[in-house]
């Protein structure tokens, strides 16, 4: 059956950096695009970034603004987001997610909590 | 990316129907037949329900339809029963990128 699973999160001070790590497994890896979604204490999910089946083609939320890097290794079966600049307000559970070719999330990990404080 | 809009709680008894609202834009709910909506327990992982506007995936109740109305998307939940006490999220395609946007989620008490 399909899993996923993120690692890395974690307490952080403001302005430093931090990777997330998903492990996938069950399905055909390099055939679907997967993204990350945040989902801040309290509040609703919000879509982070996503990353197409090969690597090739990559997007993120206006909101970054360029602070998120998504990346993915297929012959590891890992996704990987890169957070720069981490400011209080990226304190949040941050889950991946496989996507269908019809656009929408079937599977998701169990999420990795991230606290950004000083 | 503006976020979808959806009622912030509902409410209802066991057994009976409601419906969660989804309003977003001509950039994406009203051009795309790509709206998903996913049912979260407290410190759970989200987990979908229905994809492309009315489509269940195996193993969710039949109880769980979508609709959409141009810029409107419509969750019911028919025979409310107390495990359907959840947040409710809905999500739509916004274009390539590819890019999403979320609603706010709507709280469903029963």
């Known amino acids: 059956q399909v899993q996923m699973v993120e690692s890395g999160g974690g307490v952080v001070h403001p302005g430093t950096s931090l990777r997330l790590s998903c492990a996938a497994s069950?399905?055909?890896?390099?055939?679907?695009?997967l993204h990350w979604v945040r989902q801040a204490p309290g509040k609703g999910l919000e879509w982070v970034a996503g990353?197409?089946?090969?690597?090739?083609?990559?997007s993120y939320a206006d909101s970054l603004k360029g602070r998120f890097t998504i990346t993915r290794d297929n012959s590891k079966e890992m996704l990987y987001l890169q957070m720069n600049s981490l400011r209080v307000d990226d304190t949040a559970v941050y889950f991946c997610?496989?996507?269908?070719?019809?656009?929408?999330?079937?599977?998701w990990g169990q999420g990795a909590l991230v606290t950004v404080s000083s | 990316q503006s976020a979808l809009t959806q009622p912030a709680s509902v409410s209802g008894s066991p057994g009976q129907s409601i419906i969660i609202s989804c309003t977003g834009t001509?950039?994406?709910?009203?051009?795309?037949?790509?709206v998903s909506w996913y049912q979260q327990h407290p410190g759970k992982a989200p987990r979908l329900i229905i994809f492309?506007?009315?489509g269940r995936p195996s193993g969710v109740s039949n109880r769980f339809s979508g609709s959409k109305s141009g810029n409107t998307a419509s969750l019911t939940i028919s025979g409310l029963q107390a495990e359907d006490e959840a947040d409710y999220y809905c999500?739509?395609?916004?274009?390539?990128?590819?890019?999403?946007?979320f609603g706010p989620g709507t709280r469903v008490s029963v």
């Open positions: 999500c739509s395609y916004a274009g390539s990128g590819p890019s999403f946007v």
């Open positions: 990353i197409s089946a090969d690597g090739g083609k990559t």
């Open positions: 001509s950039s994406d709910v009203g051009t795309y037949n790509l």
């Open positions: 492309e506007v009315n």
């Open positions: 997610a496989k996507v269908t070719w019809a656009q929408y999330f079937d599977f």
């Open positions: 069950g399905f055909t890896f390099s055939s679907f695009g």
